[in-house]
C-alpha cells in the first residue's frame, strides 16, 4: 500500500515542473539505477523538459542557470557536485515509519472492519453449532415419530410440539426473532378472528335452521289445532242442532207425556231459565217432580231472585245441612229426604199471613210451620231460574250450590192446593196444570249443556214404587 502512494506521488511530482519533488540527475538509466538502489518505493525518471524527444545535445548556458535556479535544493538531496548538471527528475520513495494522517485513517477503518468480520465469523459459527443441535434434536424426535412412541402424546398434546418449533425459530437470531414473533402474532389474530367468524357463522347457521324448525313446528300445530278446533266447532255445532231437533220434537208431547230437564254435572254454567216472570203473590203453592244425584246435598233446585234482593224465594240443600225453604232471606227447615237418585214429588205451601208454611213428599205431609217472613208478598218482575242459586238476579252463579240431577212438572199456583190435591198429582190419578207457571217446552231456555227429555212420569213413578 506504501509503494503504491509513493509511485503515485512520483508522477505527480514528473508531471509538474516546479513540484519539489522534481530533483536534476543523470539519464533515464542512471535515474533508474539510482531509484533501484534507493529503496523498493522508486520509479523509473521522466524524460528531458525541454526539446524534441530525439534532441539529446547539451543545453545553453542560460539554460544551464534557467535549471540550476529552479533547483535551489538540490545539494540537499544528493552529494554528487555534478547532479545539478542534469535535466531528468528522480522520484524519491517515502518514509514508511512516518505515515500521512489520511494513511492512517486508512489503517483505522481496515482494522475495525477486520475485527466487525471477525465477529461475524463467530457468530455464524455460533448460530452454525446451534443449528446442528436443533437439527440432532428434531431428528431425534422423527425418529421416535416414526418408531411410534410419541404418536399417543402427539395426538394428545400436539400444541406442544407447535410451540417447540415455533420457539426453536424464535431462538435462532437476535435481528429476525423480533419480526417472527410479530408475525406469528399476526397469524394468531387471523386464526382467531377466522375462529370466531366461523363459530359465528355455524352459530347463525345453527341457529336459523332451529328457528326454521319451530317455525314449522309452530305452523303445523297451529294448522292442527285449527283444525280440531274446526271439528270441536262442528260437533258443537252439531249437538246444538241435535238439542235443538229434540226441543222441537219435546215441545209437541202433551202434558201428560211431559218432559225432563237434565243437569249431568255440577258447575256454575248449566242452568235453565223461565222465560215469564211472576205477579205479586200473598199466597202459592208450588209441586215438581225431582231427581237428585248429588252425594252432598241436592243443591238448589229452583231459586226466584228480584232486583235488591238475590234470595226472594229459593229451594236449597247445600253441603251437610237440611233442604231450606227461603222467603224474603227469611229461612225455614224442611223435613224432605230426596236424595239417592230416586224420584220424588215435593209440593210446598205459603201463604204471608202470619207466613204459615207446609211441605209434602210424595202425597204425604211432612212438615209445617209459621212465622217464614209474615206479611211480605212475594215481588213481581224477578227470574225464575232452575239448577243454580242466584246471589244477584239472574246471575254469579256457585258450583257448590248447583243442581245435579233431573226435575219436572214445575207448577205454580197463587192458591193453596188441598192435600187431597196434591196426593191425586203425586199419584197420578189428576193432572192440575199451575194458574200462574205451568210446565210447558216452550217457555223454558236451556243454558250450558242442560238438556230436555221425553219424561213419562207416572209410569216411571210406578216401576219406582214396585221395585
Keep these: 500500500m506504501l509503494a503504491f502512494l509513493g509511485a503515485i506521488i512520483c508522477i505527480i511530482a514528473s508531471i509538474a515542473p516546479g513540484s519539489p519533488g ?46 540550476t535556479s529552479h533547483l535551489g535544493q538540490a545539494p540537499a538531496l544528493g552529494s554528487a557536485p555534478d547532479l545539478g548538471t542534469t535535466r531528468r527528475f528522480l522520484c524519491l520513495p517515502l518514509a514508511q515509519d512516518c505515515p500521512s494522517p489520511s494513511v492512517r485513517e486508512d489503517l483505522l477503518l481496515l482494522r475495525s472492519t477486520a475485527a466487525h468480520l471477525h465477529q461475524m465469523v463467530i457468530q455464524q459459527e455460533e448460530q452454525i453449532l446451534h443449528d446442528q443441535e436443533t437439527i440432532r434434536e428434531l431428528t431425534g424426535k422423527l425418529s421416535r415419530c416414526e418408531s411410534g412412541q410419541e404418536l399417543g402424546s402427539f395426538q394428545n398434546h400436539p400444541e406442544e410440539y407447535v410451540w417447540d418449533l415455533g420457539r426453536s425459530s424464535l431462538e435462532d437470531g437476535t435481528g429476525e426473532s423480533e419480526q417472527t414473533v410479530l408475525q406469528l402474532e ?66 209437541v208431547y202433551k202434558l201428560q207425556e211431559g218432559y225432563k230437564i237434565s243437569f249431568p254435572v255440577r258447575t256454575n254454567y248449566m242452568y235453565a231459565r223461565m222465560k215469564r216472570s ?75 199471613r202470619d207466613g204459615v208454611w207446609e211441605v209434602y213428599q210424595d202425597g204425604k205431609q211432612r212438615g209445617s210451620g209459621d212465622n217464614l217472613a209474615p206479611w211480605h208478598p212475594i215481588k213481581p218482575g224477578g227470574t225464575l231460574v232452575f239448577g243454580q242459586e242466584q246471589d244477584v238476579a239472574g246471575g254469579r252463579y256457585d258450583a257448590t250450590q248447583a243442581f245435579v240431577g233431573e226435575m219436572a212438572e214445575f207448577n205454580i199456583w197463587d192458591r193453596i192446593l188441598s192435600a187431597t190435591e196434591i196426593q191425586n198429582i203425586a199419584n197420578c190419578s189428576s193432572s192440575i196444570l199451575g194458574n200462574v207457571i205451568s210446565w210447558d217446552g216452550s217457555s223454558i231456555d236451556l243454558y250450558g249443556g242442560a238438556t230436555k227429555w221425553p219424561f213419562q212420569r207416572c209410569s216411571e213413578s210406578k216401576d219406582l214404587g214396585e221395585n
Design 22 to 67: 522534481a530533483v536534476p540527475g543523470a539519464g533515464d538509466e542512471e535515474a533508474a539505477l539510482y531509484g533501484t538502489a534507493g529503496g523498493a518505493g522508486a520509479v523509473q525518471g521522466a524524460g528531458a523538459v525541454h526539446g524534441a524527444e530525439g534532441d539529446r545535445s547539451h543545453p545553453t548556458a542560460a539554460g544551464k542557470a534557467s535549471a
Design 186 to 251: 399476526n397469524t394468531i389474530h387471523s386464526l382467531k378472528n377466522s375462529i370466531e367468524n366461523l363459530e359465528i357463522q355455524e352459530l347463525e347457521a345453527l341457529l336459523l335452521s332451529k328457528l326454521s324448525e319451530l317455525e314449522k313446528e309452530r305452523s303445523s300445530l297451529h294448522n292442527k289445532g285449527d283444525r280440531q278446533r274446526h271439528r270441536l266447532e262442528e260437533q258443537l255445532e252439531a249437538l246444538h242442532q241435535r238439542i235443538e231437533k229434540l226441543e222441537k220434537e219435546t215441545a
Design 278 to 352: 211472576l205477579p205479586e203473590l200473598y199466597t202459592l203453592t208450588i209441586c215438581l217432580w225431582v231427581k237428585s244425584k248429588g252425594t252432598v246435598g241436592i243443591g238448589t233446585p229452583f231459586s226466584y231472585a228480584v232486583p235488591g234482593q238475590a234470595n226472594e224465594m229459593v229451594l236449597l240443600e247445600w253441603g251437610k245441612n237440611p233442604i231450606e225453604l227461603l222467603i224474603n232471606d227469611k229461612v225455614t227447615r224442611l223435613p224432605l229426604e230426596v236424595k239417592g237418585g230416586e224420584w220424588h214429588h215435593v209440593c210446598i205451601t205459603w201463604t204471608t
